[in-house]
């Protein structure tokens, strides 16, 4: 069963940036989730590794609900993971929360 | 509230693209109902051609199938002819009685065939060439007769003509015109075209006039006879003799024709709520007939309706090919020279089977024509469009872009002769076949769309070139490049880069919020090409007003180091002139101990790369190596990169100047300089030139007497060999001349061009006006140089400090 755990306050990721939220045991759990924070305050949460080539997309550009992958261009969505046509491709989402002001993850 | 409700009438390819653009920009706006009177969703009709010559079959030129209706919630009325525009009631009603209302309504009724008026005309077995209907009776017609006449020898006739052959047909191409494609081709290449039509098996009877069509027996039609009593059998005959605008339901409705549906820039009609697009407009007295511009159009009525209002439509230079598989053949502009002023360069082989003719004014190319060899076809029509200033590359013009080397991505083989396997992309592995299906299948029509479906030429872009002239073979006088200075900047705006710029500089803007609203940015806060932009272009312009924002520049300059494939960084500290100290060397052995760094190289830039360093390491190796007294060598930004020396007058037998305290000083004074793109220098002590400043931003040789500076060099994608600017005596003149070319540059280079890039766009001229003849405005750039990287301090110090740290470290929590 996943628990909400509290990861960080809100501030705490830029408006339209990003940070690694890196779970204790490392590789065998998954491995790092990249947090994303949009304009409009809204928080999603990614497997960091981008479905075309496992690119960190904690690293790319945030931009309306969508984030472009540093390597190589792709654009993922958010909120579904799935990346944006022509490319197909899709990484795990998490659930996330921001609750007076803090950010929960579901882990 | 209700959504206003917009008709379209005429399902075929400049209605549909109004749509399309219009869903692009501003989707669920309107609710939208579309009549066609073919029985068919939107197809290709330019590629009935080959459905003709049995290349392709009428389920792959589809471009929108039914589903592309529903999915955007549009109503479809195939096989309804509109009959009737209730102006006053605002609405629409079709031939079966059905009816739609309007609060905003766009006509693209196309145009038909011009029939000729002569007896006979209406017999069975005479048609036009317009659609699917008129193909599938020439294909059933060739299945069961024999003798074919087309009349009319234009692109269309010949491409009919060409299609009936293949299918078996005995073809005569009847043409009233002195030579074929006489509106457009020159006599030679005409009459080159034609031998080779007959090589294929094409007859033709020029200058002739059609009298009569004559009835057989069966009551179909059987002969075509001629004013001079000459006289042909004919079992099918037809006419491609031009097309009439379709404008008789519009001029019915009371809104004002003149030989097409007359709008003004806007592609609005006389009547406010009704705009048309496609063959049946009259913009400004011209109706075109070749689908690019009917998309540029396309694109101006979409913003219009869509509220936006800032597209204006201004007219088109249009281009054509002619789609025979095995004929090469180009014109555009005005190809027929001989107007005053203007001059020809003709380049004539007809053993080899190839004639070129490019009409030049005012040292600008106005028009020309290709047969046999069309490859840089694109390339000149490029340069017509831009109305680029020729004078410097008019020597070798005709020889095309590959002896030229002229600014962007050069594609120098022959697409048309590429193999399918033949790889394009190198970067990606995109065949050329790839490239072709993905054209032909999923209706492609620009170099973007192209680049976003295949990935071709979507990295480094060397190939760009060589893509665009695939798009020309494939889809024929579709093609159209956007005019260089109004290619929008990316897929959130109409706006040019050029349009941006001159916008943040006159409206003063300072925050990329400003930008996005001031200039109707179509997405919330922009994309990962239009962001970095936008913020280049504000610290730019505006250094001690605008905040650099760091969520706006792509990860290296983000994190001040190079993100490898595998995620982690590369480190490259600065080595000033390319010297360093055992002191420096030290520190760096150390460090890459400390950290394990897995790779140490040495750069092409005169220094040493730490690669394969953890992100969250970064900031405790940069601690390191500032202590030591490094600072970042920006190998990862649109920055100034290194000034490469060689030991010059310090050391070498040869050498003249001192080239490694040269390229020190130049190297200071640029520190933390960003640019459009990255900016690489080089001093050389004599013209030996072991710095390889012939290829450099700006290269510096020195001289006995100074020194020689050289601009726009790039030893990158595509070598360009640096322009000589002028000569200077003093170490002094040395920094102001080069720091006033580099601020020129960041003052006026659209972001990712490099000095060579934008140097071929504003040529070396101007330059030469605003550097060497105006010495007061050199000092000026000079100064606001200086000015601008007053403050500049090393991006490593800066990021291991308060709120910028944050980014490297990873926020761990126990699951
Ligand atoms: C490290 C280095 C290769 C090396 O080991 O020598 C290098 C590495 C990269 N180069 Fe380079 N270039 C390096 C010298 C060069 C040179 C030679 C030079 O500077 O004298 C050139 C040709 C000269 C020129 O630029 O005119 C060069 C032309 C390019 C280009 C093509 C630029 C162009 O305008 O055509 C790119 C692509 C781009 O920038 O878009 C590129 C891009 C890259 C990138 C940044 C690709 C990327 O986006 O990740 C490479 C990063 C590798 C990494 O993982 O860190 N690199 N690159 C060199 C670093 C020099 C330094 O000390 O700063
Ligand atoms: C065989 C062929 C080859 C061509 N090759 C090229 C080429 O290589 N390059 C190039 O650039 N161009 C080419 N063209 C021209 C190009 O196809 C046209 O310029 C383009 O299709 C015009 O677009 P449009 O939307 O204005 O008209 P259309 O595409 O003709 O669309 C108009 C539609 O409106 C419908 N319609 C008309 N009146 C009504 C009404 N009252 N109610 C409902 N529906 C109505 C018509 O049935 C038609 O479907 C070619 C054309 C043909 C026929
Ligand atoms: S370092 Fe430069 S040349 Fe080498 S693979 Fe990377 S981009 Fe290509
Ligand atoms: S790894 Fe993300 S786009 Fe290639």
Known sequence: MSQWKKICELGDIPPLGSRIVRPQGGEQRGGDIAIFRTADDQVFALHDKCPHKGGPLSQGLVHGRRVTCPLHGWNIGLDDGRAVAPDVGHCTSFAVKVEDGAVYLAV | MAKPRLVLIGNGMAGVRTLEELLKIKPDHYDITVFGAEPHPNYNRILLSPVLAGEMHVSDIILNEYDWYRDNGITLHVGKQVERIDRVARKVIADDGSEAPYDRLLIATGSTPFMLPVPGNDLPGVIGYRDIKDTDEMIEAARLHRHAVVIGGGLLGLEAANGLKLRGMDVTVVHLGPWLLERQLDEIAGRMLQKSLEDKGLKFLLQKQTEMLVQGESGRVAAVRFKDGMQIPADLVVMAAGIRPNYALAEKSGIYCNRGIVVNDTMQTYDPKIYAVGECVSHRGIAYGLVAPLFEQAKVAANHLAGYGIGRYTGSVTSTKLKVTGIDLFSAGDFMGGAEGSEEIVLNDPYGGVYKKLVIKDNKLVGGVMYGDTADGPWYFQLLKDGRDIHDIRDSLIFGQALVGDVGHAGNSKAAEMADSAEVCGCNGVTKGTIVKAIKEQGLFTLDEVKKHTKAASSCGSCAGLVEQILASTIGGAYSPAKGDSKPLCACTEHSHKAVREAIVARHLTTKEAVFAKLDWSTPNGCDKCRPAINYYLISSFPNESRDDPQSRLINERSHANIQKDGTYSVVPRMWGGLTTPAELRAIADAAEKYQVPTVKVTGGQRIDLLGVKKEDLPGIWADLNAAGMV???????????????????????????????????????????????VKLAVSGCPRNCAEAGIKDVGVIGVDSGYELYVGGNGGIKTEVAQFLCKVKSDEEVMEYAGAFLQLYREEGWYLERTCHWLGRVGLDYVKGRILEDEEGRRALHGRLLDSLKNARDPWQTSREGEALKQFVPIAVDA
């Open chain 2, 632 to 678: 970042s060598g920006h190998a990862y930004g649109k920055s100034i990169r290194t000034v490469k020396t060689c030991v010059g007058a310090e050391h070498c037998r040869f050498g003249t100047q001192l080239a490694m305290d040269m390229g020190v000083k130049l190297e200071k004074m640029l520190f933390d300089m960003y640019a459009p793109h990255k």
